[in-house]
Protein backbone atom coordinates (compact mmCIF):
# COMPACT_ATOMS: atom_id res chain seq x y z
CA UNK A 1 0.00 0.00 0.00
CA UNK A 2 1.19 3.24 -0.93
CA UNK A 3 2.53 5.71 1.94
CA UNK A 4 0.44 8.71 2.38
CA UNK A 5 2.51 11.66 2.04
CA UNK A 6 1.97 14.95 3.52
CA UNK A 7 0.64 18.15 1.47
CA UNK A 8 2.15 21.15 2.52
CA UNK A 9 -0.24 23.94 2.55
CA UNK A 10 1.25 27.50 2.67
CA UNK A 11 -1.38 30.37 4.07
CA UNK A 12 0.52 32.72 5.35
CA UNK A 13 0.84 36.11 3.69
CA UNK A 14 4.37 36.64 2.30
CA UNK A 15 6.26 33.54 3.98
CA UNK A 16 9.53 32.87 2.25
CA UNK A 17 10.12 28.86 1.32
CA UNK A 18 13.20 27.84 0.60
CA UNK A 19 15.89 25.06 0.55
CA UNK A 20 17.77 24.23 3.72
CA UNK A 21 20.06 21.04 3.37
CA UNK A 22 17.50 18.39 3.11
CA UNK A 23 14.32 20.30 4.35
CA UNK A 24 11.94 22.76 3.38
CA UNK A 25 12.18 25.72 5.49
CA UNK A 26 9.07 28.42 6.39
CA UNK A 27 10.32 32.16 7.10
CA UNK A 28 7.68 34.68 8.14
CA UNK A 29 9.19 38.52 8.96
CA UNK A 30 12.84 36.54 8.52
CA UNK A 31 12.18 34.02 12.02
CA UNK A 32 11.43 30.19 11.35
CA UNK A 33 8.33 29.03 11.68
CA UNK A 34 8.09 25.73 10.15
CA UNK A 35 11.25 23.21 8.98
CA UNK A 36 9.85 20.14 7.27
CA UNK A 37 12.40 17.20 6.07
CA UNK A 38 11.26 16.85 1.80
CA UNK A 39 11.04 13.01 2.28
CA UNK A 40 7.86 13.50 4.22
CA UNK A 41 5.96 15.72 0.93
CA UNK A 42 3.94 14.55 -2.03
CA UNK A 43 3.39 18.16 -2.32
CA UNK A 44 3.67 21.89 -1.50
CA UNK A 45 0.61 24.23 -1.83
CA UNK A 46 1.27 27.79 -1.69
CA UNK A 47 -2.07 30.05 -1.27
CA UNK A 48 -1.68 34.03 -2.66
CA UNK A 49 1.27 35.91 -2.48
CA UNK A 50 4.04 33.21 -0.84
CA UNK A 51 7.96 33.34 -1.87
CA UNK A 52 9.55 30.22 -3.06
CA UNK A 53 13.10 30.19 -3.60
CA UNK A 54 14.54 29.24 -7.27
CA UNK A 55 17.19 26.24 -5.34
CA UNK A 56 13.74 24.94 -3.55
CA UNK A 57 11.83 24.55 -6.64
CA UNK A 58 14.89 23.04 -8.20
CA UNK A 59 15.04 20.34 -5.77
CA UNK A 60 11.22 19.67 -5.59
CA UNK A 61 11.52 19.30 -9.62
CA UNK A 62 13.68 16.82 -9.38
CA UNK A 63 12.41 14.53 -6.00
CA UNK A 64 9.42 14.61 -7.65
CA UNK A 65 7.11 17.09 -5.42
CA UNK A 66 4.54 19.19 -6.73
CA UNK A 67 4.58 22.48 -5.94
CA UNK A 68 1.14 24.22 -6.75
CA UNK A 69 0.38 28.11 -6.81
CA UNK A 70 -3.68 28.69 -6.15
CA UNK A 71 -4.72 32.28 -5.42
CA UNK A 72 -5.92 32.97 -1.61
CA UNK A 73 -9.41 31.75 -2.03
CA UNK A 74 -7.57 28.47 -3.81
CA UNK A 75 -8.40 28.86 -7.42
CA UNK A 76 -5.37 26.89 -9.33
CA UNK A 77 -2.76 28.91 -10.93
CA UNK A 78 0.08 26.80 -12.44
CA UNK A 79 1.81 23.88 -11.15
CA UNK A 80 5.60 23.21 -11.33
CA UNK A 81 6.85 19.58 -11.96
CA UNK A 82 9.85 17.71 -12.73
CA UNK A 83 9.91 15.19 -15.61
CA UNK A 84 6.61 13.43 -16.85
CA UNK A 85 6.72 10.23 -15.35
CA UNK A 86 4.78 7.01 -15.84
CA UNK A 87 4.55 4.52 -18.91
CA UNK A 88 4.13 6.32 -22.03
CA UNK A 89 1.77 3.10 -23.48
CA UNK A 90 -0.70 4.05 -20.93
CA UNK A 91 -0.63 7.67 -21.93
CA UNK A 92 -1.39 6.85 -25.33
CA UNK A 93 -4.22 3.82 -24.45
CA UNK A 94 -5.71 6.71 -22.70
CA UNK A 95 -5.65 9.31 -25.65
CA UNK A 96 -7.35 6.15 -27.96
CA UNK A 97 -9.85 5.82 -25.35
CA UNK A 98 -11.00 9.11 -25.42
CA UNK A 99 -11.77 9.17 -28.83
CA UNK A 100 -14.26 5.80 -28.40
CA UNK A 101 -17.40 7.00 -27.89
CA UNK A 102 -18.53 3.66 -26.16
CA UNK A 103 -16.11 4.34 -24.13
CA UNK A 104 -16.92 7.83 -23.01
CA UNK A 105 -20.04 7.31 -22.61
CA UNK A 106 -19.95 4.08 -20.33
CA UNK A 107 -17.10 5.89 -18.10
CA UNK A 108 -19.33 9.07 -18.03
CA UNK A 109 -22.39 7.51 -16.81
CA UNK A 110 -20.25 5.34 -14.28
CA UNK A 111 -18.75 8.86 -12.66
CA UNK A 112 -22.10 10.50 -12.94
CA UNK A 113 -23.50 7.17 -11.17
CA UNK A 114 -21.30 7.19 -8.34
CA UNK A 115 -21.41 11.11 -7.93
CA UNK A 116 -25.32 11.04 -7.40
CA UNK A 117 -25.23 7.75 -5.52
CA UNK A 118 -22.82 8.81 -3.01
CA UNK A 119 -24.99 12.50 -2.81
CA UNK A 120 -28.05 10.83 -2.04
CA UNK A 121 -26.18 9.01 0.72
CA UNK A 122 -25.77 12.51 1.96
CA UNK A 123 -29.14 13.71 1.56
CA UNK A 124 -30.83 9.72 3.07
CA UNK A 125 -28.22 10.21 6.34
CA UNK A 126 -29.48 13.94 6.83
CA UNK A 127 -33.01 12.89 6.64
CA UNK A 128 -32.36 9.80 9.18
CA UNK A 129 -30.61 12.04 11.48
CA UNK A 130 -32.74 15.06 11.27
CA UNK A 131 -35.47 15.89 14.23
CA UNK A 132 -37.42 18.67 12.01
CA UNK A 133 -40.58 16.57 9.60
CA UNK A 134 -39.97 19.71 7.00
CA UNK A 135 -36.33 19.39 6.52
CA UNK A 136 -37.07 15.09 6.67
CA UNK A 137 -39.53 16.04 3.71
CA UNK A 138 -37.19 17.86 1.89
CA UNK A 139 -34.21 15.77 2.22
CA UNK A 140 -35.99 12.65 1.36
CA UNK A 141 -37.99 13.93 -1.70
CA UNK A 142 -34.68 14.87 -3.24
CA UNK A 143 -33.05 11.67 -2.39
CA UNK A 144 -35.66 9.95 -4.27
CA UNK A 145 -34.75 12.33 -7.08
CA UNK A 146 -31.50 11.48 -7.65
CA UNK A 147 -31.96 7.51 -7.39
CA UNK A 148 -34.67 8.56 -10.14
CA UNK A 149 -31.78 10.27 -11.97
CA UNK A 150 -29.22 7.35 -11.63
CA UNK A 151 -31.78 5.03 -12.87
CA UNK A 152 -32.41 7.90 -16.17
CA UNK A 153 -28.46 7.09 -16.59
CA UNK A 154 -29.03 4.04 -17.90
CA UNK A 155 -31.50 4.94 -21.04
CA UNK A 156 -28.74 7.62 -21.90
CA UNK A 157 -28.00 7.93 -25.49
CA UNK A 158 -24.76 10.35 -25.79
CA UNK A 159 -22.86 12.12 -23.51
CA UNK A 160 -24.87 15.60 -23.32
CA UNK A 161 -27.57 13.45 -22.26
CA UNK A 162 -25.46 12.35 -19.32
CA UNK A 163 -24.21 15.72 -18.74
CA UNK A 164 -28.08 17.00 -18.79
CA UNK A 165 -28.72 14.48 -15.93
CA UNK A 166 -26.16 15.70 -13.78
CA UNK A 167 -27.24 19.17 -14.31
CA UNK A 168 -30.48 18.49 -12.99
CA UNK A 169 -29.88 16.24 -10.16
CA UNK A 170 -26.81 18.78 -8.74
CA UNK A 171 -29.91 21.57 -8.77
CA UNK A 172 -32.24 18.83 -6.64
CA UNK A 173 -28.79 18.31 -4.24
CA UNK A 174 -27.95 21.56 -3.91
CA UNK A 175 -31.62 23.23 -3.08
CA UNK A 176 -32.20 20.66 -0.12
CA UNK A 177 -28.12 20.41 1.22
CA UNK A 178 -28.98 24.17 3.42
CA UNK A 179 -31.43 21.49 5.57
CA UNK A 180 -28.47 20.08 6.66
CA UNK A 181 -27.46 23.30 8.55
CA UNK A 182 -28.25 23.63 11.99
CA UNK A 183 -31.27 25.74 11.93
CA UNK A 184 -30.21 28.43 14.24
CA UNK A 185 -27.46 29.37 11.68
CA UNK A 186 -29.10 28.54 9.17
CA UNK A 187 -29.65 31.91 7.51
CA UNK A 188 -25.92 32.72 7.92
CA UNK A 189 -25.32 29.35 5.93
CA UNK A 190 -27.91 29.64 2.96
CA UNK A 191 -27.49 28.83 -0.34
CA UNK A 192 -29.33 29.59 -3.66
CA UNK A 193 -27.84 26.63 -5.45
CA UNK A 194 -24.17 26.24 -6.14
CA UNK A 195 -22.16 29.54 -7.63
CA UNK A 196 -18.69 29.91 -7.91
CA UNK A 197 -16.00 32.43 -9.65
CA UNK A 198 -16.90 34.17 -6.85
CA UNK A 199 -18.88 32.28 -4.83
CA UNK A 200 -22.22 34.45 -3.55
CA UNK A 201 -22.76 33.33 -0.17
CA UNK A 202 -20.97 31.59 2.93
CA UNK A 203 -21.76 27.97 2.10
CA UNK A 204 -20.49 28.03 -1.61
CA UNK A 205 -17.41 30.12 -0.35
CA UNK A 206 -16.21 26.84 2.06
CA UNK A 207 -17.18 24.44 -0.85
CA UNK A 208 -14.88 26.30 -3.36
CA UNK A 209 -12.34 26.20 -1.19
CA UNK A 210 -12.87 22.24 -0.23
CA UNK A 211 -13.47 21.14 -3.85
CA UNK A 212 -10.06 23.09 -4.78
CA UNK A 213 -7.88 20.63 -2.33
CA UNK A 214 -9.72 17.43 -3.20
CA UNK A 215 -8.48 18.44 -6.86
CA UNK A 216 -5.33 19.29 -5.99
CA UNK A 217 -5.44 15.57 -4.36
CA UNK A 218 -6.97 13.59 -7.61
CA UNK A 219 -5.06 15.63 -10.21
CA UNK A 220 -1.73 14.48 -8.38
CA UNK A 221 -3.41 10.78 -7.88
CA UNK A 222 -3.52 10.45 -11.94
CA UNK A 223 -0.47 11.89 -12.05
CA UNK A 224 1.74 9.17 -9.92
CA UNK A 225 0.22 6.48 -12.16
CA UNK A 226 1.03 7.98 -15.45
CA UNK A 227 -2.03 9.38 -16.69
CA UNK A 228 -2.54 12.32 -18.46
CA UNK A 229 -4.56 14.31 -16.06
CA UNK A 230 -6.14 16.60 -19.32
CA UNK A 231 -8.04 13.91 -21.38
CA UNK A 232 -10.98 13.24 -19.59
CA UNK A 233 -14.19 11.64 -20.55
CA UNK A 234 -16.85 13.44 -18.90
CA UNK A 235 -15.23 17.00 -18.96
CA UNK A 236 -14.65 18.44 -21.97
CA UNK A 237 -11.78 18.59 -22.82
CA UNK A 238 -10.24 22.39 -22.95
CA UNK A 239 -6.75 24.45 -22.71
CA UNK A 240 -5.80 24.62 -19.12
CA UNK A 241 -8.47 22.10 -17.37
CA UNK A 242 -7.46 19.07 -16.27
CA UNK A 243 -10.42 17.36 -17.51
CA UNK A 244 -9.86 13.72 -16.08
CA UNK A 245 -8.74 15.32 -12.31
CA UNK A 246 -12.56 16.94 -12.92
CA UNK A 247 -13.93 13.63 -13.65
CA UNK A 248 -12.37 11.86 -10.81
CA UNK A 249 -13.13 14.07 -8.23
CA UNK A 250 -16.93 13.62 -9.15
CA UNK A 251 -17.26 10.82 -6.84
CA UNK A 252 -15.34 12.72 -3.74
CA UNK A 253 -17.15 15.79 -3.89
CA UNK A 254 -20.05 15.40 -1.43
CA UNK A 255 -18.05 12.48 0.71
CA UNK A 256 -14.81 14.44 0.88
CA UNK A 257 -16.10 18.06 0.71
CA UNK A 258 -19.59 18.69 1.40
CA UNK A 259 -19.93 16.54 4.49
CA UNK A 260 -16.75 18.12 5.90
CA UNK A 261 -18.00 21.69 4.94
CA UNK A 262 -21.09 20.74 6.91
CA UNK A 263 -19.58 19.34 10.10
CA UNK A 264 -17.06 22.19 10.72
CA UNK A 265 -20.66 24.71 9.70
CA UNK A 266 -22.27 22.79 12.97
CA UNK A 267 -19.88 22.30 14.89
CA UNK A 268 -19.31 26.31 15.03
CA UNK A 269 -15.59 25.51 13.60
CA UNK A 270 -16.25 27.77 10.92
CA UNK A 271 -18.66 31.15 11.70
CA UNK A 272 -20.17 33.36 9.71
CA UNK A 273 -17.31 35.93 11.01
CA UNK A 274 -14.81 33.81 9.19
CA UNK A 275 -16.39 34.24 5.82
CA UNK A 276 -15.99 37.99 4.14
CA UNK A 277 -18.77 39.20 2.10
CA UNK A 278 -16.32 41.67 -0.16
CA UNK A 279 -18.86 44.38 -2.49
CA UNK A 280 -20.13 42.73 -5.52
CA UNK A 281 -21.29 39.83 -3.40
CA UNK A 282 -18.04 37.82 -3.74
CA UNK A 283 -17.88 35.34 -0.68
CA UNK A 284 -13.96 34.79 0.56
CA UNK A 285 -12.76 32.84 3.97
CA UNK A 286 -10.48 34.59 6.25
CA UNK A 287 -6.86 33.28 7.02
CA UNK A 288 -8.00 31.74 10.02
CA UNK A 289 -10.62 29.85 8.22
CA UNK A 290 -8.32 28.70 5.69
CA UNK A 291 -6.37 26.89 8.51
CA UNK A 292 -9.24 25.37 9.76
CA UNK A 293 -10.28 24.00 7.08
CA UNK A 294 -7.02 22.97 5.70
CA UNK A 295 -6.16 21.40 9.04
CA UNK A 296 -9.51 19.20 9.82
CA UNK A 297 -9.10 18.65 5.39
CA UNK A 298 -5.73 16.89 6.59
CA UNK A 299 -7.03 15.17 9.20
CA UNK A 300 -10.16 13.66 7.69
CA UNK A 301 -7.99 12.32 5.16
CA UNK A 302 -5.55 9.94 7.72
CA UNK A 303 -9.15 8.46 8.81
CA UNK A 304 -9.96 5.01 7.48
CA UNK A 305 -12.69 3.71 5.44
CA UNK A 306 -13.69 0.23 4.51
CA UNK A 307 -13.26 0.56 0.98
CA UNK A 308 -16.71 -1.38 -1.08
CA UNK A 309 -14.39 -3.29 -3.78
CA UNK A 310 -11.26 -3.89 -1.87
CA UNK A 311 -13.54 -5.12 1.61
CA UNK A 312 -9.80 -3.66 3.64
CA UNK A 313 -9.97 -0.82 5.67
CA UNK A 314 -7.66 2.39 3.51
CA UNK A 315 -7.07 6.14 4.96
CA UNK A 316 -9.41 8.29 3.08
CA UNK A 317 -6.19 10.02 1.52
CA UNK A 318 -5.50 7.00 -0.09
CA UNK A 319 -8.86 7.23 -2.20
CA UNK A 320 -8.16 8.97 -5.31
CA UNK A 321 -4.83 6.57 -5.73
CA UNK A 322 -6.81 3.99 -5.67
CA UNK A 323 -9.72 4.81 -8.55
CA UNK A 324 -7.13 6.10 -10.57
CA UNK A 325 -5.41 3.23 -10.56
CA UNK A 326 -8.75 1.17 -10.89
CA UNK A 327 -9.16 3.92 -14.08
CA UNK A 328 -5.94 2.71 -15.49
CA UNK A 329 -7.24 -0.58 -15.15
CA UNK A 330 -9.86 0.41 -17.33
CA UNK A 331 -8.05 1.96 -19.54
CA UNK A 332 -5.60 -1.13 -20.60
CA UNK A 333 -8.40 -3.27 -20.51
CA UNK A 334 -7.35 -5.20 -17.67
CA UNK A 335 -11.51 -4.21 -15.77
CA UNK A 336 -14.94 -4.10 -18.01
CA UNK A 337 -15.36 -1.11 -16.50
CA UNK A 338 -14.53 1.92 -14.18
CA UNK A 339 -16.40 1.20 -11.18
CA UNK A 340 -16.59 4.95 -8.69
CA UNK A 341 -16.31 4.64 -5.16
CA UNK A 342 -19.38 4.46 -2.81
CA UNK A 343 -20.01 5.18 0.34
CA UNK A 344 -21.88 2.40 2.15
Given amino acids: MRQILNTLYILTPNAYAHLENDTLRIDVERQ ?69 ENFVLTTARAIIAGKLRNARQVLLRGARESSDETDQKILSNAAESLAFSIRNLLYSKDLD ?17 PCLVR ?101 HLEDKARRTVVIAYQERKQEEITHPLLETKVPIGLLPQLQARFMARVIRGEMDGYLPFLVR
Fill in 32 to 100: KKLQVPLHHLGSVVCFGNILVSPALMHRCADSGISLVLVDANGRFKARLEGAVSGNVLLRQAQHRKATD
Fill in 161 to 177: HVRGIEGDAAKTYFSAL
Fill in 183 to 283: KDIRGFFTMDGRTRRPPRDRFNAMLSFIYSLVMNDCRSALESIGLDPQIGFLHAVRPGRAALALDLMEEFRSFMADRLALTLINRGQITAQDLLVREGGAV
